[in-house]
């Protein structure tokens, strides 16, 4: 079977074109006129990426209209294209153009979805709940939103696991500090706890996918035989200076390491005796 293609664009969802007195590609609106669309995927605009948008819009103007359709108490909603608005107006333009189209709210919503998949503009988690929404708000089968929106099925289905994930991992794959991948491989994990704790140890020590993956189900696997994660055993080198301490001090001693060239020294003693033996070598 033929894979699907996101490359078909925005044609294959909007329904055929309205009368020309209700459309037109070329038209200018006035940017005060335009409003955000209530049906907008997207939750966060990088600051940086919309100034630098900005620039260029600037130098070259907007090259593409905005998609809107009209509002009932005046001017347009923005469908496809408020990221654009939005540096416009950082430009300092004054008019923008428009294509007006008469699309009901799912017709809009699918728009500016496929927009937004199609320029990559979407992080992971406004992509699962865009796809969920236009399961829980029109019903729509994983199947049937691969299909608008050209994906295979596995790949929304992927994108949908992601809500199970802990709010506080959601928004770390949202930040753009863990990926997808990373998202999906934390999954494995046996509870929230242990989600939460491998995100942040996976950010700090930059895990790789399959490095995430191989420690959610290490935990797993401690988890459901109740065994302790194991901790990382001490260097070649912490243990020759252990056993050097403990020749030369004649009693047992353990170093414990807190951090980068940090930690603590403790020395075993069994009698006062023992102690005043150990202070007289220190001192």
Same mark, same amino acid.
């Given at each position: 079977? =033929?894979?699907r293609r996101l490359g078909r664009g925005l044609d294959g969802l909007l329904p055929a074109a309205p009368p020309a007195s209700e459309r037109s590609a070329s038209n200018n609106a006035a940017i005060e006129d335009l409003h955000p669309g209530h049906m907008q995927p997207r939750g966060?605009?990088?600051p940086e990426g919309l100034a630098e948008l900005a =620039?260029?819009?600037?130098e070259h103007g907007v090259l593409e209209p905005i998609l809107v359709r009209k509002r009932p108490s005046g001017g347009f909603e923005i469908i496809a294209g408020e990221r654009r608005w939005r540096a416009a107006q950082q430009a300092g333009l004054k008019e923008v153009p428009i294509f007006l189209h008469n699309l009901d709210d799912e017709a809009a919503f699918e728009a500016a979805l496929v927009e937004n998949l199609q320029r990559e503009d979407l992080n992971p988690m406004e992509t699962a709940r865009a796809f969920q929404r236009l399961v829980d708000d029109y019903g729509y089968t994983q199947e049937t939103i =691969?299909?608008?929106v050209g994906k295979e099925r596995s790949t929304v289905?992927?994108?949908l696991r992601l809500l199970k994930l802990p709010k506080d991992v959601m928004d770390i794959v949202e930040d753009g500090e863990l990926s997808e991948g990373h998202g999906r491989a934390l999954l494995a994990a046996p509870n929230v706890s242990s989600m939460k704790k491998l995100a942040r140890t996976a950010?700090?020590?930059?895990?790789s996918v399959r490095e995430a993956e191989r420690q959610a189900r290490r935990h797993a696997r401690d988890d459901a035989t109740g065994a302790a994660p194991k901790k990382p055993g001490k260097s070649t080198n912490v243990r020759d200076l252990e056993n050097r301490l403990s020749r030369a001090l004649g009693s047992s001693t353990k170093i414990h390491e807190s951090g980068k060239e940090r930690g603590q020294v403790r020395i075993s003693y069994s009698s006062f005796d023992e102690l005043d033996r150990i202070i007289e070598k220190l001192t």
């Open positions: 079977m =033929a894979r966060r605009m990088n =620039a260029s819009i600037r =691969a299909t608008k289905a992927n994108a950010v700090s020590k930059g895990w």
